[in-house]
């Protein structure tokens, strides 16, 4: 809804593709290029930036100014999960709670990030055999779906199955079934804090998974459907007031024809909460002394 | 929870049974034969009655006195929904919310108590080919899946696949995959009103899919749990105030040191809400006029 | 995301006003014209449309050719609830089920459409007093609550309580307390079928409700959320083939760099699924024979 | 339902009544005797065990040994949740992820273990002013409201209110006002891999609220109902087979009348897997190489 375009930080682990020829013939710039390359032909002038970011980089290319100019982040992790720092992951956890969208992508069901904001272990079956999976929506009204068919094949993938411990998915999108007669919960949606996450499970690295025209178009429809609650010009996330109320002296309460003449709520005076800090900033810690109101 | 055993009423359409010889070869006494003794199998004593009723009585075997003697029903049904009394619906509808639980099993998807429960078409895909079904737990420490496997097979079924038109269930417990592919949310927890739901698909009348123990002990555990709500001595249900506080006068508030003097909540007079009802009766309509109360 | 515009129909039972001149004081030309000016303000060109209907009208302003034009109904009724007739309840149900938006305002909870889709009495307490109602959001990051404050006052209002008898919503965003303690899930979200569904509570006929700028932007807001689900080109929609995936032969496992030289996916023929429906009527009814179809 | 009793650890920080007179004169014995005492008044003979344990224990009186042998364990925290042992809560988690209950009271929302399983800040507006608290059903058939009213008052509790920063729970039972006009999802029911979680925030150590009848009745009913999961003889438990389908070889696909002559699901041999861990060790991280099993 926003004029302004999303900016996507697309982040890929690149070490498989660095490591292993077989991969590095299927994704030749790393798996992070094609899945940016995706986003950018689905969103077009709807994304305003779309960046990638690798584990080798400086703080994994995550610094506390690229976050800040991050509506949307795309994860693809796996052999360095334990390595990722854990300033970094507080960073983007505390991010996505004021907002920021999350898309994660197969194998980055074990990151630190996911983990954390699931709460279990995030553990499934899984047996690498390049078999068919079956992708078959169940929630044909969401957004994630537009213009995907009703189901749709990826010929060869790694086998994830139930019981895939996660807290049950505030909306779940897709489930695939396997050669092997598994099922999975394939895309499934979440909220947390003010942000939305999904995670999306095909794309293992020696298949050509993000090449497939569905599963880029669900991608696509991923970052837009996390990236709608961008940061919002409120007092809960620019002024460190997370919970101020934002209703200014008075007004809340009007109508149109009978204006009201003294206000109804009083936010009462909040030591320590000076609306001074910066409109940009994202405070990192909620202010409790902040979280005392009185409705007169 | 409760001492006394729950009251069960197996409720079978019975008409395949009657007209189709193949059908018979396998439930010679009626599917719901079949189906109530597995859960007298399962629940012994736990249960004080296990009925059977069928499409041919009259009422369908679901008079008013049967229902208010009934905790738990389960419904099997495919031929006749149609033709399945509207009064008899109202009837069930109306238990339900007040606290019966209701096993809808496999074709009865379609049955007007369930569509009407759903609020939406509840169909879904399907194909009778006796495929292999293979029903995975999704949601491990539901009480529905106690003693069962984390999967299990059923070796030739009637294929039932996603889309199903559906709310999204309030807690997912199963799901299947097919030999040829698809997919199906084949164990579905819902709560409507005080009561619950429980939507399980295996079953089609061509196969012995009643007679497995894996299916029978997961009826019997849905049985259990969607019977945990029985019918509670609440002022909600018994005289007619569906809407006022079943707070005595002057003792909510209490606690062990300080008794109160002077009630707090006063429950005001309410016209037209006598309480002369008897007890055991369940209200038809809440009646709005008893919904007026006001906190002091 | 739909570059042409909303088509919006606000339906008002339009009585109040008629017969109660204390409400046409406050709503001279119907709550109707009133929400449809909030509407317009906030939506501007993303609504392409805008009408209103009310209940006096010839099948009370919904016929067939207006709701097959309209994208997002609001509704607002009360006292003719069980006039309404069921020949446009149920052609209005179907729409929601196939992805037009419903957002259903204050007394609508009664109404029989609010009822089909929830499968509940959707009966609440409630008291006329003309009390404060403190709205809170309690799911900040969602759409729906987009520029508004985190609570907002309505001075006078008729007082909706708990318990309220709807399944639990797919998201809850707002709850409100009354001058007398009660609380009320006044904001509530859900999904049945492709269509999305908002219940907003507040707008007694005998408060300037409507009028007021935060309850204006709720609905607004709510009519986009709502609205976010359009009819997609889909043959399950176009076409009767509720059912057909949409996969074209051969294309649909196919990756950029590896296309296929045979489909893995077929639709078998379906007798009596004949694609010649026009692309523009919206099947009435699923056909359970399209439902049949064989992954090969 | 299983005929065992429940055994419940009762966690208490200890800290406001050694420190503070004014909350020694309502509990003189600590707050959590007070828990244990409503707990063993109305579980009886449903609980075998009502242990407590203190932040001052060694290892917080929650040793390895101890969480062994607890199906349900409370918490009530606040000065401490800092200095609360990582490890301790480390052990936690995992315990409730296999299927231990958690009941968390109070300002217990800020603490590590609930925290580390919502994956939010948790974090909450509050003001300590003695008021009163409404504490309404919203969720009429969930057991946690078995033999309650349909509401009851708490005549002084500091204020919690929205929002709330949790995930949406699960299953929402209570939302309370206060007298500031207020409101806060007071009982807040969750899942989280096989164990149940419910959140109740009445119980500031200033104010009585544990000598409450209807406070010690909701503790008492949350502990049943989030203990319904207890240990299941499972491999997935048991043996380290975490996600080893436990059927055994060809009887799982048995119907009574029809012996199978093949089994249809096999486990393959799974290296390290072995099940001699004894049956009553609960693996402490589930292991993948474990995690690939193939159908036949």
Redesign the interface.
Known sequence: ?DKAGLRVTVWGENLHEQQDPAVRA?YPDGMHTTIAAGIRQHLGADASVVRTATFDQPQHGLSEAILAETDVLTWWGHKAHNRVDDGVVERIHERI?L?MGLVVLHSGHESKIFR??????C?????EAGE?E?V????????IT??L???????EQEMY?????I??P???VF????S????F?SGCA???????IFYFSPGHETH??Y????VRLVIANAV?WVG??SF?P?S?INGGH??R???AEGH???????P?TTP??IAAPVPNCSPSTPPSRIPSV?D?AC?????A
Do not use: C, K, Y
Not at 116 to 121: D, H, N, V
């Open positions: 809804m299927i709670l907002g954390r904001l699931m709460g279990t272990t553990v499934l079956r899984w047996r068919r079956v078959w929506t169940v929630s044909p009204g969401h957004p537009r213009g068919p009703e189901v749709f094949i990826i010929p199955g139930e019981h895939f411990d807290p049950q505030d909306e779940l489930i695939s079934s396997f092997g007669g598994e099922v919960r979440f909220r947390r804090g003010r942000g939305r050509p998974v090449h497939q025209p569905e837009r709608t609650v919002q409120s809960r997370l919970f109320p934002r209703i809340s309460h009007t109508n149109e024809n009978n009201p109804t709520l909620p409790a979280a005392t109101v009185r409705l």
